[in-house]
């Protein structure tokens, strides 16, 4: 493979992406058409995400689902959002979205609707997280976090601190601080999550292991 991969790129597509099963049949040749924007191999792609290139090859074949945070991460090494990966770029950037027009998106279980214009410095979702979805994913990227619980109890770790978050409850903190996110009761638990999204060229981006997902 050559370090641009000169295969032509498919067009991002425009609009709310499917849900369910079918949105994951779109998340895949969506992964692999902005890599290709990004002008970057399978290999540096892999290498800058923290994954293994056979990883990130199921990614974008869609033998494996991504999880919000490894599409985080994704979007930043590719210079983009998550709404681009998903396919939910509109035609032109919006001031007020409908909740109609939020349409549902899942990934690693979680299911999430857009709650801000896409293309801005930071990104406002949505998101209904199941109990027991996630729950061992500890996430450290750049930028900065902020969720408000808005049904269920959330159970929320920074470092070595752990927290029981009940709707009304919020949290502001530095991504970079090792976290882990998961609902703490069956019923799962509903939260509105902004997090700040690095606009810098794809060269410029100085992540590190800081995109590295870890698994305990």
Avoid: N
């Avoid at 290139?53 to 590719?78: D, I």
């Avoid at 979205?97 to 549902?104: D, F, G, M, N, S």
């Avoid at 930028?143 to 920074?158: A, M």
């Amino acid at each position: 493979m050559s370090p641009a991969d000169p295969a032509t790129p498919q067009q991002p597509t425009t609009g709310p992406a499917p849900s369910g099963p079918d949105a994951l049949l779109g998340v895949a040749p969506q992964l692999r058409a902005l890599r290709r924007r990004a002008a970057l191999t399978l290999e540096a792609a892999a290498v800058t995400a923290g994954l293994s290139p056979a990883h990130l090859s199921r990614l974008e074949t869609g033998h494996r689902q991504p999880s919000l945070p490894m599409l985080l991460t994704l979007a930043r090494v590719y210079g983009t959002t998550v709404s681009e990966l998903l396919g939910e770029t509109p035609a032109e950037r919006q001031s007020v979205l409908r909740a109609a027009e939020a349409e549902p998106s899942v990934a690693g279980g979680w299911t999430y609707r857009q709650a801000g214009a896409s293309g801005r410095g930071m990104q406002a979702l949505r998101v209904q997280v199941p109990y027991g979805a996630q729950g061992d994913i500890v996430r450290v990227h750049p930028g900065e976090e902020w969720l408000y619980v808005l049904t269920g109890r959330l159970r929320l770790r920074l470092a070595d601190t752990a927290y029981v978050l009940e709707p009304g409850d919020s949290a502001h903190f530095d991504s970079a601080t090792p976290h882990r996110i998961a609902a703490d009761g069956l019923e799962g638990a509903e939260l509105l999550f902004v997090h700040t999204l690095l606009q810098s060229p794809v060269e410029a981006l100085c992540l590190g292991a800081y995109t590295k997902e870890v698994r305990r």
